[in-house]
């Protein structure tokens, strides 16, 4: 098993930048693909990104397409997503998740972190 921590969120203005990472115990982060997702107040939890258990390949929604980006360093246990040019409607709490196999876009992970809380003010 694999527990994951976010860390990183907070109130930033529009245009703003904030990375989040997601700090792995457990098992080595190395055993799974990676994702991001968002779950803003009365919506469905999102997709964000994805990125393969040794960081070869990633894929994006498209409103986070040139702006956010998701990294792993496998020798820290840890995953990131570097978020750029942060709108308003970036405002959601983002959740990393970890799975086994092959990266998916659905929610379909095995373990989850507790959640961030970001806010991007206009």
């Known amino acids: 098993q694999v527990q994951l921590v976010e860390s990183g969120g907070g109130l930033v203005q529009a245009g703003g930048s904030l990375r989040l990472s997601c700090a792995a115990s457990g098992r080595a982060l190395s055993h799974y693909a990676m994702g991001w997702f968002r779950q803003a107040p009365g919506k469905e939890r999102e997709f964000v990104a994805v990125i393969t258990w040794n960081g070869g390949s990633t894929q994006y929604t498209d409103s986070v397409k040139g702006r956010f980006t998701i990294s792993r360093d496998n020798a820290k246990n840890t995953g990131y997503l570097q978020m750029n040019s942060l709108k308003p409607e970036d405002t959601a709490v983002y959740y990393c998740?970890?799975?086994?196999?092959?990266?998916?876009?659905?929610?379909?992970?095995?373990?989850w972190g507790q959640g961030t809380q970001v806010t991007v003010s206009s």
């Open positions: 998740a970890a799975k086994t196999g092959l990266m998916t876009t659905t929610t379909s992970y095995n373990y």
